[in-house]
């Protein structure tokens, strides 16, 4: 406990596309805290957001739900007993809406009621909730008669996955109303079913993209980015972005955009953490945005302007700041003996630049590597010695891996 006013919890999970992520949860004041362990992302919940709270017994611990005022769900597990009344006062002190104690229905009915609250299906059973489901995790839905059929987001962490779920749905007692369609239309209303609906905000054409690789024409939407490549196409949700960094190359004359992401963009058994385009600092354009000046100023803070002129890869990462709301990462203070901020290396069987950071290391790009500092257990320089012009760095992180960055000029 850091003052009177914050609780602290180290073992608590986060659910994510159906995976239960590790991390530390901290209620301050008015506001959560949640700190993913594996990827370092934290996700602040402040007490005007929050539509209400509950908290839920589970088959083993307790469970922490959060209902935002835009409809989405969060939910908490790994609290015990103990932490119960530490919890219940806090936030019954801090937030708005105190928090609301549910059961669970443990009948085992698979017939009952089914609700729509924001972007959350609840399937009730005697007037208790029996499960609930972000509708927000429904990649693709279809119907048949008296049936709705739900898939969903899959992540490659899961161990179990939820895979399809079918409800079915018996005629209403009015005839102006097809249930099967009212209850489809809910789910689609809401699904992450990604659709170019109306024009994108703007285009850009045939960008060079290291990983994947190729040249693509990128257009980017409100909520997704959409790469048109002559053989693969991908949506990415700009939800799933989970860092931005712009680093200068080595000769000075082109420049990085590095997108990190979590979960992966997915082509076959392939997957794709980080998206690398690269550009020439030379490369110029001016372009207009398809948003009106009231759109600009509500919904990016007038960070963006109706026509954009500069450097291409300035203009890229602009957007993409005021789209997903992160900061972008640069090098940091240091400078290798060239003046850059880049060191040449190879790690496995590839070429490529290291880039020390304020908060850790980046190498670009075969394969693109990004290490925290709190990720590190240790650091070493490997074959130094004797008359070798070069020398390694190797960086052992806190799970066991060791990334061995060689054939460093000294």
């Known amino acids: 406990m850091a003052d009177a006013a914050t609780v602290e919890f180290n073992d608590v999970s986060h659910e994510s596309i159906g995976v239960w992520c590790n991390g530390k949860l901290r209620l301050q004041g008015g506001q959560l805290v949640f700190r993913n362990d594996k990827t370092g992302k934290v996700e602040h919940f402040d007490a005007v957001d929050v539509e209400n709270t509950r908290w839920q017994r589970l088959s083993a611990g307790y469970m922490l739900r959060l209902m935002l005022k835009n409809g989405t769900l969060h939910r908490f597990r790994g609290f015990r007993d103990a932490d119960q009344d530490k919890i219940i006062k806090h936030m019954n002190d801090n937030f708005e809406n105190e928090i609301e104690e549910r059961e669970t229905s443990i009948r085992g009915w698979n017939w009952g009621s089914a609700e729509f609250n924001g972007s959350v299906l609840s399937f009730d059973v005697h007037n208790k909730t029996a499960f609930d489901i972000p509708v927000d995790s429904v990649s693709r839905s279809t119907t048949g008669k008296n049936e709705v059929s739900l898939e969903f987001h899959q992540s490659d962490d899961a161990l179990v996955s939820l ?32 659709q170019a609906t109306g024009d994108a905000i703007v285009t850009f054409k045939e960008i060079q993209c290291l990983t994947p690789r190729g040249r693509y024409d990128i257009k980017i939407f409100p909520t997704f980015l959409q790469l048109h490549g002559k053989t693969f196409d991908y949506k990415i949700p700009l939800s799933t972005v989970l860092r931005l960094f712009l680093l200068p190359h080595k000769d000075q004359r082109q420049m990085f955009f590095v997108v990190s992401l979590d979960p992966p963009i997915k082509q076959g058994q392939t997957r794709y953490h980080f998206m690398i385009l690269q550009f020439n600092r030379e490369e110029e354009e001016t372009l207009e945005l398809s948003l009106t000046e009231q759109e600009i100023k509500e919904k990016y803070d007038g960070k963006l302007a109706s026509e954009m002129s500069g450097p291409t890869y300035e203009i890229v990462s602009r957007i993409m700041k005021a789209l997903v709301q992160r900061k972008i990462t640069v090098p940091g203070s240091f400078v290798g003996h060239s003046g850059s901020h880049a060191i040449s290396c190879s790690y496995k069987a590839a070429a490529g630049f290291l880039y020390p950071l304020e908060r850790g290391f980046i190498y670009v790009h075969k394969p693109p590597v990004h290490i925290r500092f709190d990720e590190i257990a240790y650091t070493n320089f490997a074959r130094s010695g004797g008359s070798t012009r070069s020398f390694d760095f190797e960086i052992e992180v806190k799970n066991g891996t060791l990334y061995t960055y060689s054939s460093i000029d000294k």
């Open 163 to 194: 895979t399809e779920l079918r409800f079915h749905i018996p005629p209403g007692n009015d005839p102006d109303v097809d249930p099967v369609k009212a209850f489809y239309d809910n789910i689609m209303a809401k699904a992450s079913i990604l």
